[in-house]
């Protein structure tokens, strides 16, 4: 572990793929990352920001049997979270417990919730319902949309209903609409798709070659993507047909977008560059009088961000710079 100007750091002893924050955690900054390794012994590592903000603690580390795809966090519980894996040509799913004593040098074992088994193709992600509180889980594989219910107190899991997307169809990835709990979108390879959980079938699409994608937290039917060529695109969901506005002109590939939950029109890019490089989009609507207390927020966003794509990044044996902070003007939603 190391602190410094360019953020703090954290060693994996395998390369790794995926890693959430944890965000039930009201109390402290924390994080869950997994480790890919095709030979050896997978791990899980809970990771805490020490109170003075200067190095990464491990609270816990854990073995897990196979190589981690995806790893996504309970919204409302912090010692639960899933996993996509992988063993030589098959994918599997499964939410799994942090023990209650992991905080021993000697981590007890992952105790294993519940399987998602009903795939029979590879599976790209499971979600958590946004709504805090909620027993339902989605899982999407190459083909289909899974609606699942969780009780993980009897450490069981019910299939309540699925659909397939259609042999044209090949989908990717899916955010929850955390305004609507009913309403889930799945990307595919020119089109994001809108489900109703309520009848699983879906309701809209929009055409766009989308990589990822993520709902803006504060307000409502705004949509963001990432794609591969053309950059980051800002949808309205009440006027599908182009988007609102675009942020275009970059040199790499656009990989992933997140929406900053606290911080109106702040977006974070993950690019395709060598090295891994990260570059930051602040798109602010309105510079306001109380700028200074923004600006102080922001910074402390920043710290937090840089230290999950080091954590990232360091797995992979790869230094991380902070990219360019690119100031623009998001249309208002």
Not at 144 to 151: A, E, G, K, R
Not at 242 to 260: D, M, S, Y
């Amino acid at each position: 572990m190391q602190g410094g100007s360019t953020g703090v750091g954290y060693g994996l002893k395998y390369q790794a793929r995926c890693i959430a924050d944890v965000k039930a955690d009201t109390d402290h900054t924390s994080f869950i990352t997994g480790t890919l390794s095709l030979k050896e012994e997978n791990e899980v590592h809970l990771l805490r920001l020490s109170s003075d903000g200067t190095e990464l603690i491990c609270e816990g580390l854990f073995s897990h049997p196979n190589e981690i795809w995806d790893l996504s966090s309970c919204p409302f519980d912090q010692r639960l979270f899933s996993t996509v894996f992988s063993s030589g040509e098959s994918y599997g799913a499964a939410v799994w417990q942090i023990p209650e004593l992991y905080g021993q040098l000697n981590s007890p074992q992952l105790e294993k919730i519940a399987s998602l088994d009903a795939s029979s193709c590879k599976i790209k992600c499971v979600l958590w319902s946004p709504s805090g509180r909620h027993d339902k889980l989605i899982s999407i594989d190459e083909q289909n949309v899974f609606l699942w219910s969780l009780d993980s107190s009897k450490k069981a899991v019910k299939l309540q209903s699925q659909e397939s997307a259609g042999m044209l169809h090949y989908l990717s990835g899916g955010a929850w609409d955390p305004h609507d709990v009913n309403v889930v979108a799945s990307t595919c390879e020119s089109s994001i798709q809108f489900w109703d959980l309520r009848t699983m079938k879906t309701t809209s699409s929009i055409e766009a070659h989308v990589r990822n994608m993520d709902y803006d937290v504060r307000k409502k039917y705004i949509l963001v993507t990432a794609e591969d060529e053309s950059g980051i695109h800002i949808w309205d969901l009440r006027m599908p047909k182009a988007p609102i506005q675009e942020f275009p002109g970059h040199a790499h590939w656009t990989w992933a977008v997140k929406c900053n939950p606290d911080l109106d029109g702040l977006i974070l890019i993950q690019l395709s560059t060598f090295g891994g490089l990260l570059t930051l989009a602040m798109m602010m609507q309105r510079l306001k009088a109380w700028w200074i207390h923004l600006l102080e927020r922001w910074i402390h966003y920043l710290i937090h961000t840089a230290i999950m794509k080091t954590v990232f990044m360091a797995s992979l044996g790869v230094s991380v710079s902070l990219g360019f902070l690119h100031h623009c003007h998001m249309m208002g939603g």
